[in-house]
């Protein structure tokens, strides 16, 4: 059983000083404490953050960058909004150790055009830090010198791809690149880039100033620490929840009062739509990954309703690049209206699901990769409600 | 100032190169307080910032085109966004569509003939747990009901 009602990025006290301890290591410790810790990243892929410092901090080059992906477009996620406005210290404070740990000169916040009215917050605690010589020239008396800068998107959702995010810097359109070579050689300019999540620079925060050791503590074998989630839809307390990775969907719903639920989205539009008899299942890279949205539905809300609302967002936010993501978003949209109209047959709702895992395995970049998510487990789990208009279409509207 | 004078564009282009670099990487900032500042990007703005940055045309207005906060169309001094993704829909956004359709008098996609103001869709702003939600340029505003919709378009207007 997790623990439930223990609290690190809730609970001031516990922040402690992480930049002083960081910057009287070397570089290569800063980057082996953050492996040790386990902690992975948390806008959503989970890759390991030590490895990508790693492998950024043996590159070779004049110059290094860090970017914070605060461009959170993910419906359903606002967790990071609430890190940036309310324990903006842990975040910035992050980007400066992890700056350190890939002798890095110059850090960027990507930070979503939706939340521009956060923009002053951050720089007026930019400036403070600079005046407290946190950031800036020879940081806390050191010779380690870095700055960072805030830079605002556009409505783009897609830029919040680490490739689609760098294009966007260097002031092109959002459209994501080939990977290899990755960021971590070959980012911002040319020049080694790592691009990590809002909450996992709190998180790599939280590790230096409590240790490795206690920070994996947390969570599950191959899931350390703990999470954000953001939860919306029909729950009696929506809002942001500090969990252990590990916890099952049940213990979850039961946390945020779930009323009369039917489904549980998990990841957002990208994510899966889990129905009741999978409660048990939990929330970890093991079994279901998630960046940190959790949408639940009660027992009145049309599934085929919800699945158009997703697709459209596909649809129009995809950047068009590639055929598979282009035309494949489009198809399911028109397949979810034929499902309203009662007029598709449950062969073509096959073809389609086949349509769907090609467009997994196809896509350039993550967007189109994980787009049929929502489609493929809506209509797997939720089979005889979507199967069961009529050729006139009654639900669903 | 409908349609901004030519001479004010080019110095305010002016400024911002001297503002932010000539780069190519400071080509969105740029764009964003242009957007900022006239409401739209017209094609005389997009050609002198292409000519400062020494890129073609072309490509500024392939950025333009993409971003969906850039445009360049002339928008109202008050663009107003409301989420019709998931959260906000299941928390009421229709009724509070129909609202702000009535009360300002435009469908959405459009543009009051005085552009004071535009009414558009986005998606989620990251205020799901509060919603429906909109933003007015870059205010937020959450909880929102058809009477307290009234009475923010009541304030501005
Ligand atoms: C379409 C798309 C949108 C994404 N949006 C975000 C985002 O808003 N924030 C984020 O941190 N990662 C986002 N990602 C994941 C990033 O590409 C990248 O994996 C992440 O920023 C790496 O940071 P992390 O290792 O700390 O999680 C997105 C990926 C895709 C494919
Ligand atoms: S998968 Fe979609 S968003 Fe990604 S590159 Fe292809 S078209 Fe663009
Ligand atoms: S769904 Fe409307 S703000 Fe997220």
Not at chain 1, 126 to 137: A, D, I, Q, S
Request: aromatic residues 10%.
């Amino acid at each position: 059983m997790p623990i439930i009602n223990d609290t690190i990025f809730f609970d001031e006290k516990a922040h402690g000083e992480a930049l002083e301890k960081a910057l009287k290591l070397t570089p290569q410790e800063v980057v082996m404490e953050i492996r040790e810790s386990g902690l992975r990243g948390r806008g959503g892929a989970g890759f390991p953050t030590g490895t990508k410092w790693m492998l950024a901090l043996s590159a070779k080059a004049d110059k290094k960058f860090v970017v914070c992906n605060a461009d959170e477009g993910e419906p359903g996620t606002f967790k990071d909004r609430v890190l940036l406005s309310e324990y903006t210290k842990l975040v910035l404070e992050g980007m400066v150790i992890g700056g350190y740990a890939i002798q890095a000169q110059k850090g960027f916040i990507y930070l979503r055009g939706e939340y521009a009215y956060l923009f002053d917050h951050l720089n007026t605690y930019l400036e403070r830090m600079r005046r407290e010589k946190r950031l800036g020239n020879n940081i806390l008396g050191t010779n380690y010198s870095f700055d960072i800068e805030i830079r605002l998107g556009s409505g783009a959702y897609v830029c919040g791809e680490e490739t689609a995010l760098i294009e966007s810097l260097e002031g092109h359109r959002g459209e994501a690149r080939n990977r290899p070579p990755f960021p971590v050689n070959t980012g911002y300019l040319g020049y080694p880039t790592i691009v990590n999540n809002v909450e996992t620079f709190a998180c790599a925060y939280i590790v230096m100033s409590k240790g490795a050791q206690w920070f994996s503590k947390y969570g599950t074998e191959k899931s350390k620490g703990m999470k954000l989630i953001s939860v919306s839809g029909d729950v009696k307390k929506p809002g942001v929840y500090e969990v252990p990775f590990g916890i099952t969907i049940k213990e979850l719903l039961e946390l945020v009062g779930a009323e009369e639920p039917k489904a549980v989205q998990i990841g957002g539009a990208s994510g899966i739509c889990i129905p009741m008899s999978e409660v048990n299942r939990n929330i970890s890279f093991e079994d279901i990954p998630t960046g940190g949205s959790v949408i639940v539905f009660n027992k009145e809300r049309s599934m085929l309703k919800v699945l158009r609302n997703f697709m459209e967002f596909f649809v129009e936010e995809s950047c068009g690049q590639c055929t598979p993501c282009r035309v494949g978003n489009k198809k399911l949209l028109e397949g979810v209206e034929l499902l309203e109209e009662g007029r598709c047959s449950h062969r073509y709702l096959n073809e389609l699901i086949e349509l769907g895992k090609t467009m997994q395995i196809a896509s350039k970049c993550g967007l189109g990769q994980s787009s049929p998510n929502p489609f493929i487990s809506i209509v797997t789990n939720f089979k005889d409600e979507i199967m069961s208009n009529s050729i006139r279409g009654n639900n669903g509207k | 100032m409908i349609y901004p004078d030519k001479n004010v564009i080019v110095s305010e282009v002016e400024h911002l190169v001297e503002k932010y670099g000539f780069g190519r990487e400071n080509l969105l900032p740029i764009l964003q307080e242009v957007q900022r500042k006239f409401g739209f990007i017209s094609d005389f703005a997009m050609q002198e910032i292409a000519h400062r940055l020494d890129i073609h045309p072309v490509e500024v207005y392939g950025v333009v085109t993409f971003y969906s906060f850039l445009s360049t169309e002339p928008k109202g001094k008050y663009v107003i966004r409301l989420c019709k993704t998931i959260s906000c829909d299941i928390a009421g956004k229709d009724a509070i569509a129909r609202t702000l359709e009535r009360e300002l008098g435009l469908k959405f996609g459009e543009t009051s003939a005085d552009r004071k103001f535009s009414l558009e869709f986005c998606h989620c702003i990251g205020m799901c747990d509060q919603g429906p939600a909109m933003l007015i340029n870059d205010q937020v505003f959450t909880k929102l009901t058809p009477s307290k919709v009234i009475e923010i378009i009541e304030n501005i207007k």
